[in-house]
C-alpha cells in the first residue's frame, strides 16, 4: 500500500469512527421531575420544584478512578431533575446544633456541618474518624421533611460506604427510628441491609426523598471512602416544613 492510500484509508477510518461516535453518544434528554413519594399527600396538593443552592463544580466528567458495580448508581453528569415538594418547603438545618459520633473531629469544627458552606475546597469540610460514624442535626422542633442532601466531599469523584439517612423523635434514636435511606448493601455497619445503590459524590450532593416524614433529629451515618477510611461532611441540608 502506498503512502498516501495508507493515508486516505486512515481519514476514512477516523469520519467513520466519528460518525459512530456521534450515533452512540447523543445529547441525552433532560431528567424528568421526580414528586415526593409522602403517602400523605392530598392528591390536589401543589407541588413545586425544591429550590437548592449548589456550590461550585470542582471536577467534570465522570470519575475515572471509580470502578462500575452492579452496587453502584451508573453516573450521570446531567443536572438533577427538579424534586417536586409541598409549597412552603424552607431550609430547617441552617446553623442548628450538630452532634456526631466523633465529637473532636480531626479536621473542622462540626457547627460546619450547618453553616451553608457547601463548597468543596479544603476548609469547607468535616473530617471524622475512620470507620463508622455518624452526623446528627437537631432541627429545634419537630417538622415535616420533604428532603435531606449530603454533601461529604466533591473535589475529587468519590464513594463514601454504608450511606444511611434516618430521622427519629429522640436524640438517641430509640423513638420512632426511620430509615430514609440506606445503602449498605452487606449490612457491613450493622443497621440492615440497604436497598439503595451507592453513588459518586459530586458538587450537587445526594437528595434524600424525606416523604415527609415528621421529626426533629435527623442522621446521616458513612464508613469510609473509596479513597480513603475517613469520613467527610461538607453539609446536610434538611428542607422541610415546620410542623403545624
Ligand atoms: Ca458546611
Redesign the pocket.
Known sequence: MNKKRASIMAAAALAAGLAALAQTNPPLPPLPPVKTADPNLPPDAKLVPLAVKLPKPLFEGTPKNIKPAPTLEKYDERPRPPFMVPEGCVVLSLNKKVTSSDPEPIIGELR???????EGSDG?YVELAPGKQWVQVDLGAPAAIYAVIV?HYHAQGRVYHDVVVQVADDADFIENVRTLYNNDFDNSSGLGIGKDLEYIDDSRGRLIDGKGEKARYVRCYSRGNTSNDMNHY??VEVHGKPAQ
Not at 460546619?112 to 457547601?118: A, F, L
Open positions: 460546619q456541618v450547618t453553616d451553608g458552606d457547601k469547607s454533601w461538607i453539609e
